[in-house]
């Protein structure tokens, strides 16, 4: 069977003053646009079908990212498992969830993004290979880990040559995945903007002459190694960041210059392989689609389906989370009443526990594996991940059909902090969780995500 794919885009720019999400300040509202917002939807398949869209945005809660993928689905005669929403988590895009008409502009528009990829669906074949980049930071100090991969899927017209080789062949897309936090701009931003995703897409496009599309990767604890700023945050601090009025370029600049190495010393490409020099690379694929659970554990070079998981959080006694709010107002000036009083309720009605169904989306073209996630998950998680599967091409994400709060790991969970904690007491009414999962959580995700992997 062939693999056939296509692509369209849309601009998510709202034409208001729009709440924007991603620093706690008291003025959210938007001044201004610095840069466009951008969908991009790529579907694939033949006679049946998955899309991969990817969306600037700090991401929707769970119940709007479904509301999406519902429609996605339904148009192109899916299941909502083959439909994957990746969120850039940009911090200066509006807040999906305001009630102010944005969800429904950024669902039209994605509507009409899809039709246009249907209308130009063709038959391709892709490649992959990892680059490295140093853009991100370990931003949580006891750690230096951090997943610098750049997981690079080349997609390209079929027409083979002498020998199948497909040098020359029409570029259709780059899709790159990376891992660094979406704010090089800092809270006294208030301009729309994708960040250094915009900079990225707009210099790779330039120098290859194809759409680009980005994927964040699993970048809870990662900050960017370049900042904008005035002011110096507490995930800018150190000798390991550089503050610059051009740090949105300069992201771009390094993610060109490890993408040129990769793609340059990759070696030739031919229909049955990609073939290596000192970069490790993927399979070509052009054959043997299927989509769905029922197909879940075969070879084929198209896969997308999902798995679930039971998690667990307690609700903190009075007494610890008194404690953490006061932490978090001396730390970050956060006001934790809100959240104490939704704590206090919880209690008083006995509940002690919250669980929650996690959903694990695995999205494969070819050798190229996303592993989806609404979580901000920490770099350790895809690392680990790629580690036991042996496998490069295994990227575990965070970001993916929503974003639920910080998943820490289980070293990160004993040092507590603003992302184990205390970003909770701001965000906890769209994640309907008021306390981070229990430690020996991180451990079940991986051991889950790795048994469900796809093989072959």
């Not at 729309?192 to 995703?197: E, V």
């Not at 990662?222 to 960041?241: I, Q």
């Amino acid at each position: 069977m062939k693999l056939m794919f296509g692509y369209g885009e849309a601009d998510l720019t709202p034409d208001w003053s729009a709440p924007l999400v991603g620093f706690y300040r008291e003025d959210n509202y938007s001044k201004g646009v610095l840069a466009p917002l951008l969908a991009q939807v790529s579907v694939w398949g033949e006679e049946s079908r998955a899309a991969l869209i990817t969306i600037d945005s700090i991401g929707f809660t769970k119940e709007l990212s479904n509301d999406l993928r519902d429609q996605v689905a339904e148009r192109i005669g899916a299941s909502r498992e083959n439909i994957m929403l990746c969120f850039s988590h940009t911090h200066a895009a509006p807040d999906g969830d305001a009630g102010d008409g944005y969800f429904e502009l950024v669902c039209e528009r994605i509507m009409m993004a899809l039709e246009t990829a249907l209308e130009g669906m063709e038959e391709v074949q892709t490649g992959c290979v990892n680059a490295r980049a140093k853009i991100g930071v370990n931003r949580r100090f006891a750690s230096d880990l951090v997943d610098d991969r750049v997981g690079i899927l080349e997609v390209r017209e079929l027409r083979e040559g002498e020998a199948g080789e497909l040098q020359g062949t029409a570029r259709k897309l780059l899709l790159l995945r990376v891992t660094a936090h979406g704010n090089v701009l800092k809270a006294d931003n208030l301009m729309i903007s994708p960040d250094y995703f915009g900079n990225v897409r707009e210099t790779l496009q330039k120098k290859y002459g194809c759409p680009v599309m980005l994927i964040q990767g699993a970048a809870g604890n990662v900050a960017p190694k370049y900042f904008c700023s005035k002011n110096t945050p507490v995930d800018a601090r150190g000798p390991k960041f550089v503050r610059s009025e051009n740090a949105l370029q300069l992201m771009a600049d390094e993610v060109l210059r490890s993408v040129e190495e990769a793609l340059r010393n990759r070696g030739t490409i031919t229909a049955s392989g990609m073939q290596a020099s000192g970069i490790q690379a993927g399979d070509m694929q052009a054959s043997g689609t299927s989509v769905g659970n029922e197909n879940a554990d075969g070879g084929a070079s198209l896969q997308a389906y999902s798995r679930w998981i039971a998690l667990r959080a307690q609700v903190p006694s009075a007494e610890r989370a008194d404690m953490i709010a006061k932490e978090a107002m001396a730390e970050c000036g956060i006001d934790g009443a809100e959240w104490l009083a939704e704590v206090k309720r919880l209690r008083a009605q006995g509940i002690t526990v919250q669980e929650e169904q996690a959903e694990v989306q695995y999205f494969r073209i070819g050798a190229f594996c996303l592993c989806g996630m609404a979580y901000e998950l920490m770099t350790e998680f895809a690392l680990e991940a790629a580690e036991r599967l042996k496998d490069e091409f295994f990227y575990l994400n965070g970001y993916a059909n929503g974003c639920l709060s910080y998943f820490p790991t289980k070293e990160e969970f004993d040092l507590g902090g603003y992302e184990v904690y205390w970003s909770l007491l701001i965000y906890y009414k769209y994640f309907g969780r008021v306390y981070p999962f229990e430690r020996e959580e991180a451990d079940r995700v991986v051991e889950f995500v790795v048994k469900h992997a796809p093989r072959g």
